[in-house]
């Protein structure tokens, strides 16, 4: 018999990791062919992060080789596929997955170890490939090969959970925590720059699977008592089927006990029955909240970067449907887009803080993706688009240990309209406001010098902004340190093995002395409303003492570290438990 040998090394986050999913399709579905299963031997998937010597060690005499390679195990594979070709000179080895690239005449004269990339979805064409090499025919070799179709009918790639694939993996691996990884439907109707969903679907056609196939993926998660599921539809929400999966989900949940989270992507249309879908999870504390994004508000952005948003009076009407069916919301922005400028980038803030009526508000930083339009170099050039590749923010993943291969992302750092030097303002800006409005440990103080003198706050914000407060230097430092390579995330053993995100370890850090950062957030305000306001608060009692009780009544709302039995416990309850849902409120209220 011959070895198939997958990899698809995925990102654990201390001993929970998902299931190898894309692997465990392409295994399924050529396990239907009796070609292949008489003469091919599917060895067990190899998804676990390790170094490349033990991973090497796994291997005998390989066959053929498949990796499914993103930007968190893209540098990992090549050293991998590199190895094993020194060590198996004859093995065939297939690169496929979202970062391989479609333009690959480069790729091959830089790693020809690899024989073959598949573009877009894989089943049929891995299969094929496996039979013709029995055969004898002649294989594709140093060149990209895709399918011409894609079925609207995915029903025809049976499921690896039904069909046993991971049964053994599970068993082999009963240390391990695992999540699971499902879809319902495939394909994206929107081709925005920055992301690859939309570029692999030039017809704007969408594949599902029927409601039978979606239950047998719910019954066979629930029964292996799978506590987390992500949901890789695009645009979940968007259609009518999903109003029927969510159902099926909650009535599997309420049966069995799991799984325990669903999360999703929400779409960008169909407004009303995103809003249906996300009321069955929520009330079955499936979903708890739902994203409506935005990325920017400023129109020529948006222009360039191929995306339309939804309206702004439709937007705050969303807002307080969902907040009157007490469905959390939070919004997405991104930093560095083509066109943005600091000014615009400020008014998004402030428009997004207007509209969002104290739900969460996140920011990431722009990357350029393989296969994306920003990755186009014509495209890169026509905004001047200015890039460093830093190490991969693995938020929330296990700290990578010394001897594993370091995994790098291209932060998008400045454009034509945005210098590097304001990029780090924004940057720094952006924590702050995550760290006052989306954590709240400054959110009733601002909204009262709002209110009470008329002042916009992002004024605030920039006024932080060129405070003495610790936590801004902090911020500063780190996005100074972006532009120059060094890593976004924390590491802070204290709080536990995984990195943070900078207003994390900064909410973690005030709350282990809250009445230290408070003293300094007065002497703070009351420099802010003596240029801002010529106000005196020494000469205003009244105005002093409201800001000082403002000041006590926020501190005391935050979580106290002693009600928890250790520095790590009290991160993961707070952030890893609290941020994106409703629990972070529950933990403020003790």
Same mark, same amino acid.
């Given at each position: 018999m011959r070895?198939?040998?997958?990899?698809?090394?995925?990102?654990?986050?201390?001993?929970?990791?998902?299931?190898?999913?894309?692997?465990g399709?392409?295994?399924i579905?050529a396990?239907?062919?009796?070609?292949?299963?008489?003469n091919?031997e599917?060895?067990?998937?190899?998804?676990q992060r390790?170094? !490349?010597?033990?991973?090497?060690?796994?291997?005998?005499?390989? /066959?053929? !080789?498949?990796?499914? &390679?993103?930007?968190?195990?893209?540098?990992?594979?090549?050293?991998?596929?590199?190895?094993?070709?020194?060590?198996f000179?004859?093995?065939?080895?297939?690169?496929?997955?979202?970062?391989?690239?479609?333009?690959?005449?480069e790729?091959?004269?830089?790693?020809?170890? !690899?024989?073959?990339?598949?573009?877009?979805?894989?089943?049929?064409?891995?299969?094929?490939?496996?039979?013709?090499?029995?055969?004898?025919?002649?294989?594709p070799?140093?060149?990209?090969?895709?399918?011409?179709?894609?079925?609207k009918?995915?029903d025809i790639?049976?499921?690896?959970?039904?069909?046993?694939?991971y049964?053994k993996?599970i068993? /082999?691996?009963?240390?391990?925590?695992f999540?699971?990884i499902?879809?319902?439907?495939?394909?994206?109707?929107?081709k925005?720059?920055?992301?690859?969903?939309?570029?692999?679907n030039?017809?704007?056609?969408?594949?599902?699977h029927?409601?039978?196939?979606?239950?047998?993926?719910a019954e066979?998660?629930?029964?292996n008592?799978?506590?987390?599921?992500?949901?890789?539809?695009a645009?979940?929400?968007?259609?009518?089927?999903? !109003?029927?999966?969510?159902?099926?989900?909650?009535?599997?949940?309420?049966?069995?006990?799991?799984?325990?989270?669903?999360?999703?992507?929400?779409g960008k249309?169909?407004?009303?029955?995103?809003?249906?879908?996300?009321?069955?999870l $929520?009330?079955?504390d499936?979903?708890?909240?739902?994203?409506?994004?935005?990325?920017?508000?400023?129109?020529?952005?948006?222009?360039?970067?191929?995306?339309?948003?939804?309206?702004?009076?439709?937007?705050?009407?969303?807002?307080?449907q969902?907040?009157?069916?007490? &469905?959390?919301?939070?919004?997405?922005?991104?930093?560095?887009?083509?066109?943005?400028?600091?000014d615009?980038?400020?008014?998004?803030?402030?428009?997004?803080?207007?509209m969002?009526?104290?739900?969460?508000?996140?920011?990431?930083?722009?990357?350029?993706l393989?296969?994306?339009?920003l990755? $186009?170099?014509?495209?890169?050039?026509?905004?001047? &688009?200015?890039?460093?590749?830093?190490?991969?923010?693995?938020?929330?993943?296990?700290?990578?240990?010394?001897?594993?291969?370091?995994?790098?992302?291209?932060?998008?750092?400045?454009?034509?309209?945005?210098?590097?030097?304001?990029?780090?303002?924004?940057?720094?800006? $952006?924590?702050?406001?995550?760290?006052?409005?989306?954590?709240?440990?400054?959110?009733?103080?601002?909204?009262?010098?709002?209110?009470?003198?008329?002042?916009?706050?992002?004024?605030?914000?920039?006024?932080?902004?060129?405070?003495?407060?610790?936590?801004?230097?902090?911020?500063?430092?780190?996005?100074?340190?972006v532009t120059?390579?060094?890593?976004?995330?924390?590491?802070?053993l204290?709080?536990?093995?995984?990195y943070?995100?900078?207003?994390?370890?900064?909410?973690?850090?005030? %709350?282990? /002395?809250?009445?230290?950062?408070?003293?300094?957030?007065?002497?703070v305000?009351?420099?802010?409303?003596?240029?801002?306001?010529? %106000?005196?608060?020494?000469?205003?009692?009244?105005?002093?003492?409201?800001?000082?009780?403002?000041?006590n009544?926020?501190?005391?709302?935050?979580?106290?570290v002693?009600?928890? /039995? $250790?520095?790590?416990?009290?991160?993961?309850?707070t &952030?890893?438990?609290?941020?994106?849902?409703?629990?972070?409120?529950?933990?403020?209220?003790?």
């Amino acid at each position: 018999m011959r070895q198939v040998y997958l990899n698809e090394y995925n990102m654990p986050t201390d001993n929970t990791v998902y299931l190898p999913y894309s692997s465990g399709l392409l295994q399924i579905y050529a396990q239907q062919s009796d070609v292949v299963n008489d003469n091919y031997e599917f060895k067990p998937i190899l998804f676990q992060r390790d170094t !490349v010597k033990n991973i090497i060690d796994q291997y005998d005499n390989p /066959d053929v !080789v498949g990796f499914s &390679i993103s930007i968190w195990n893209y540098r990992l594979s090549l050293e991998v596929g590199k190895q094993l070709k020194k060590k198996f000179p004859n093995s065939y080895i297939i690169f496929g997955g979202p970062s391989a690239p479609l333009e690959s005449q480069e790729f091959f004269q830089e790693h020809p170890y !690899v024989d073959l990339i598949i573009y877009k979805e894989g089943e049929r064409l891995f299969k094929d490939i496996l039979v013709n090499r029995l055969n004898g025919g002649k294989l594709p070799y140093h060149t990209t090969i895709s399918c011409k179709d894609s079925p609207k009918d995915l029903d025809i790639f049976p499921s690896p959970y039904t069909g046993g694939v991971y049964t053994k993996l599970i068993k /082999d691996n009963s240390q391990i925590k695992f999540k699971a990884i499902i879809e319902t439907n495939r394909g994206c109707p929107f081709k925005c720059a920055y992301c690859f969903w939309g570029v692999t679907n030039i017809k704007k056609k969408i594949g599902f699977h029927s409601d039978e196939y979606i239950r047998g993926d719910a019954e066979w998660i629930s029964q292996n008592k799978i506590e987390y599921i992500f949901c890789a539809d695009a645009n979940f929400g968007m259609y009518k089927n999903d !109003v029927r999966t969510a159902q099926t989900y909650v009535d599997i949940k309420n049966k069995n006990g799991y799984p325990e989270k669903f999360r999703v992507c929400y779409g960008k249309n169909a407004t009303n029955n995103i809003f249906q879908t996300a009321s069955i999870l $929520s009330r079955a504390d499936l979903a708890k909240n739902i994203s409506l994004s935005v990325q920017t508000t400023t129109d020529n952005v948006l222009q360039n970067i191929g995306r339309k948003n939804i309206r702004s009076e439709t937007f705050e009407k969303l807002q307080k449907q969902y907040t009157q069916a007490n &469905i959390p919301t939070y919004t997405e922005i991104i930093l560095g887009l083509p066109g943005e400028t600091y000014d615009s980038y400020l008014i998004t803030l402030q428009q997004i803080i207007n509209m969002v009526q104290g739900n969460h508000i996140f920011v990431y930083h722009c990357v350029v993706l393989p296969n994306t339009k920003l990755a $186009s170099k014509n495209y890169q050039n026509q905004h001047k &688009i200015q890039t460093i590749l830093a190490p991969l923010a693995e938020v929330h993943g296990t700290i990578r240990d010394y001897n594993l291969i370091q995994e790098f992302e291209e932060v998008v750092i400045g454009t034509n309209t945005m210098p590097p030097k304001d990029w780090i303002k924004c940057a720094t800006i $952006s924590w702050i406001v995550q760290l006052f409005h989306s954590f709240k440990v400054g959110y009733d103080i601002v909204e009262w010098l709002v209110k009470t003198f008329n002042v916009k706050h992002i004024d605030f914000y920039e006024f932080l902004y060129n405070s003495d407060l610790p936590q801004i230097d902090n911020f500063k430092n780190i996005a100074r340190n972006v532009t120059m390579g060094h890593p976004r995330c924390q590491k802070i053993l204290n709080y536990g093995n995984i990195y943070y995100d900078p207003e994390e370890v900064a909410f973690l850090d005030i %709350i282990y /002395d809250k009445y230290y950062f408070y003293n300094c957030l007065y002497d703070v305000i009351k420099s802010f409303l003596k240029i801002s306001q010529n %106000i005196n608060i020494l000469d205003n009692i009244e105005c002093g003492c409201l800001i000082k009780g403002l000041c006590n009544q926020t501190r005391d709302s935050l979580p106290n570290v002693d009600d928890f /039995d $250790s520095l790590q416990e009290f991160a993961t309850q707070t &952030i890893l438990y609290g941020r994106k849902s409703t629990k972070k409120k529950e933990i403020n209220d003790k």
